[in-house]
């Protein structure tokens, strides 16, 4: 696991939540409601799916480290590889 | 109803087991095809049901689909639908002057048995899978809501639960806050996505009411001996009313008038129907059109496909219309089941353009009439045209804890 591959696994979650929007030139480093048409109840979703899908919980507090695909990035990594070691 | 404004008909938009507009409908009505197909239930099995096959991306994005319901795209689809058929722009009407009117039979069924199967099925109970979306789903005023967020309609909007008759309901309730000057268009009319939850087959199983048939197509059949039960329908049906010095303004094509209405209960049982409850009401209704019973040219009848409801509504109809000769009487559920909240007004527009061809379409699927179902008036088989025209339809739609709606339509006369 690597950061471009969280990168990429949400992105796929978005392109499930968010099944309009082009995902082709998604910037990492910009918000992601900056760039596309995501409300709070699309976060939400990404939150669950990231649960659903993956095992991972995102505390409420935290939902904000979601904000952008470096962060996501940032923010996912160490989960997804605790979660491969557990 | 002389002092109240006149209200008329001037769009319909409509999805059913047999088409997604008025013509294609109306077509399969007179050529007797059944829209009843077999539909995979859980836990059930297929079981012949009614499925509606609109283009759910005409009107909305992937995303909106994915985040509403069923019954809110039928809603979406439906209010499309009749605001075109209207000949009407969004862009050039006060969006706070549109009222949204919808009957419901229940609603929240789908959603809650989905996602309790979910969490049952995939993740041992667990509430934290629990989605967020499930209140805005189920929210009773859901499929009425979801039209105003898909057209950015400012007006009231609600839903009118009223068992199986809400169709009618929800337009009686459009022509009322029409007369109240409480908007100035209504969306009204019905919607239903019963078919997707598992819980409304078993229930109606449970208490030997389900139909089955080895012929999907002849599972509805209304009147006939050996009618076992109901065939569960999705579908819906929404009219734009307006006053009629309104639309006349505006120079609009008018559907119908709204000549007459009523609704009352029986106040005696949970599911038993009451004859003399299901008369007193088409009396009051006709006397609420100022009509005699010999002024209805055509019955929209309720009659569901059950041993018992069909029957007791036959004896109120031979009771009222026994001596008019002039009354012809069919049944839509025979071809599309029983869809539901929706079924008052999706049978009501099935029969509308009678009002143009003179025709009644067929009860289908009665091979053999049963004796306590006999009336004078029943088109059977075949559809029939009245020499003199059909000018007055009177639209009954019954339901659970005793509610009887009646709805009067005449063809209008300038």
Redesign the interface.
Known sequence: MDKDKVKQIVLDIIAEIAPDEDLNDVKSDVRLRDQLDLDSMDFLDIVMELRKQHGIDVPEAEYRQLESLDSCANYLLPKFEAGATA | MSNFPRVVMTGIGLTCPLGDDLPTYRSALLSGKSGVSLFPVRNMGEQPAGVCSFDQTKYQ???EI??GTRAGSIAIFCANEALANAGLELASLDSSRIGVYLGITEHGNVETETEVCQLFDH?DEDV??W???HNPRTVANNPAGEITVNLGLKGPHYTIGAACAAGNAGIIQGVQQLRLGECDFALAGGVSESIRAYGIFAGFKSQGALASHEDPAKASRPFDKSRNGIVVSEGGCIYVLERLEDAQKRGAGIIAEVAGYRINSDGTDYVLPNPERQEECMRQALTNARMNPEDVDLISTHATSTPQGDEQECKAIRNLFGSSEKTLINNTKSFIGHSMGAAGAIELAGNLPSFEDGLAHATINVEELDPNCALDGLVIDQPREKKTGIRVILNNSFGMLGINSVLILKKFDS
């Open positions: 994005n992937r995303k994915r985040v993740y934290k899978y989605t967020h979306h």
